[in-house]
């Protein structure tokens, strides 16, 4: 029914940027929240970053002053600038959103497939 589209991963070095994007298309009404989570070898996935419909944004402690989560409501986008990367960054990033399915307020979250983020030291 609705998909997310991730962009924008890559190899980069060490204290270099990315910019993550993540667009949702499909059959929805709206979207709430919206963020990024990331997983490494042999580790669980976790929480980098979320935005609300109101533009709240929450941080991991991991990456606070250095990623910024942002999101264009109209084209369904959500963003993550990512700067001064380190080696402890590489993973695969995973967009996700919450989505209103319809005007009475159906929720189910979905998830992207995924992007490389690797970064050198």
């Known amino acids: 029914q609705v998909q997310l589209v991730e962009s924008g991963g890559g190899l980069v070095q060490a204290g270099g940027s990315l910019r993550l994007s993540c667009a949702a298309s499909?059959?929805?009404?709206?979207?709430?929240?919206m963020g990024w989570y990331r997983q490494a070898p042999g580790n669980q996935r976790e929480l980098v970053a979320t935005?609300?419909?109101?533009?709240?944004?929450n941080y991991a402690d991991s990456v606070k002053g250095r990623f910024t989560i942002s999101r264009d409501s109209t084209k369904n986008t959500v963003y993550l600038q990512m700067n001064s990367l380190k080696p402890e960054d590489t993973a695969v990033y995973y967009c996700?959103?919450?989505?209103?399915?319809?005007?009475?307020?159906?929720?189910?979250?979905?998830w992207g497939q995924g992007t490389q983020v690797t970064v050198s030291s």
């Open positions: 935005i609300t419909s109101d533009g709240s944004t």
């Open positions: 499909g059959t929805l009404f709206s979207i709430r929240d």
């Open positions: 996700n959103a919450n989505v209103i399915l319809d005007p009475v307020n159906l929720r189910r979250d979905y």
